[in-house]
């Protein structure tokens, strides 16, 4: 199939009371990992590939893969830009063939942020590409321990949300509820009532970034409460490197395939974490 557009597969998940993993493509390796893992369970998947990340990568080249990847699944497989920083970029991501974009505006004034997004919204939904937008601030993995205290007022606000939503016609929106990018320090303390609050208000797929390190009862809770989508890299990543690690970490051999070898299993491990994760995000209780 050819890539399709984040309603496709999130409204489903809204109606269904379960969400969608997006994890981010950093390479080939990855991307084959995260599709292995989408066949080994049978689900849709949103692969995310953020702005930063774009200064390691040839777009173009991951763009081929990716495309190739979809055609060769009868999964629905959306290609999604992570945190999309400008208008230019995001034109940019639709013409290298990205069927979704998000748009962050969430350090922009809440009026600067309607006028960007609504803008965004126009080119990309003419495009036939959906888009997804910020509201709140969703922490960082510097801010670390002033979470609790610092970032409450940087949650994403009831009546903004409802303007927003209305204002900006999005297809998603990523809410601030205490979820933080990066590694948590401690147990992350979700505002469920606040979480419950924007999905009554807003009426669209809502979604959760700074995935990594929410338990599982955490993540069923936040999907019970409208909770569509829902953002992993951290915990990829560290899988990642604590398999490289112990792989280096074993007594050399110098053998001919010693490298595709432990890449080999760096994938594995990666694709293994992805099945968990899926498993956590459908199948809630
Ligand atoms: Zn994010």
Redesign the pocket.
Known sequence: MSLVDLKKVLQPAYEGKYAIGAFNVISVDFLEAIIKAAEAKKTPIILNT?EVHMQYLDIELIAAAIKEAANRTKLDVVWHL??GLSFESVAKAIKSGFSSV?F?GSHLSFEENIRQTKEIVKMSHAAGVTVEA?LGA?GGSEEGDLISVASKAMYTNIEQAREFVEETKIDAL?VAIGNS?GKYKGDPVLDFELLSDLKDITRIPLVL??GSGISTEGFHKAIDLGISKI?FYTGMSQQALTTLKNELNKEESEGYNDFPEIMTKVKLSVQEIVEEQIEIFRNRK
């Open positions: 953020a992570d945190h998000m962050d910020e969703v990523a990018h970034h700074g953002n």
